[in-house]
């Protein structure tokens, strides 16, 4: 039986793909690599490049593998791009998640772990946030996401199929040895773009605001390491094995740094001064975004790993020190 990684070629999808690999299991990749890099992809998974908004292709790829479980991390995900072009994400994510279902239930395929986020609760009305609180997007991202969630809700009413979603906080971080980490064109996260300071690649470090209602004035996320995560994933595909119901998990570290205290953090990583300055608020961006995660940790088990700021920043420098130029493939 295999596990059908979507968008496994991505940042999440691909240390997600080599986790899975490393535990044992029979994976296959899709990915159009329009983000993904097909150099980040385990050798040991089978490779198929092409979109999950292709019906014929999905059917295709359904058709030749004995499909199990589907991991589905094929979105776009850039908060900003998506104020600015928001059918791009309705059309990749949401109509990408409806042509999915379609092909999953005339194959017969009855269990998705899917990346749904943060993003879709917006402003919080209190923190640590739980998965039972108002989901009200602040931005096309979250809402092409919370879509999903729902479009996938009624799957699982009509068709059976089982769903975990797992809303994301801020991702960070690569794997241990360096071998895979983030290689995004163009950059926009605030992590790699603090490393890119670090590396000389950039003059200096914009925060965008520094009057939102925090302490420091700067925006607080909560950040976990992608190899967490990527356990999370098969946690989540085992607990669906075992014939649980569907439902939604937060993924955080349950505890909030603001952007300047990431600044700070990067600096003792890297041993580099990085410069910072406040310039203007970003669209779309909520002032807070902490999680509760105990959900995830009491039903699945979820134990994370890295629990300190300066360590998930020391991986993601180790893999810039020894990747200058990410995948070098654009
Ligand atoms: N930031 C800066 N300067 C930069 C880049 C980012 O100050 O050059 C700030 C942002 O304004 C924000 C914080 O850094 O306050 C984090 O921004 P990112 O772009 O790194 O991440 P986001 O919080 O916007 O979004 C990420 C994921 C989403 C997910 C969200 C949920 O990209 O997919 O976390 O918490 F939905």
Known sequence: MTVLVLGGAGYIGSHTVDRLVEKGYDVAVVDNLITGHAKAINPKARFYQGDVRDKLFMREVFDKEDIDTVIHFAAFSVVPESMSNPLKYFDNNT????????????????????SSTAATYGEPKQVPIKETDPQIPTNPYGESKLSMEKIIHWADVAYGIKFVALRYFNVAGAKADGSIGEDHHPETHLIPIILQVAQGKRDKLTIFGGDYPTDDGTNIRDYVHVMDLADAHILAMEYLKKGNDSTAFNLGSSHGFSNKEIVDAARKATGKPIPAEIGPRRAGDPAVLVASSEKAKKILGWTPKY????KIIATAWHWDETHPNGYNDR
């Open 95 to 114: 109509y990408g998640m409806t042509a999915l279902l379609e092909v999953m239930r005339d194959a017969g395929v009855k269990r998705i772990v899917f």
């Open 307 to 310: 629990d300190d700021m300066e």
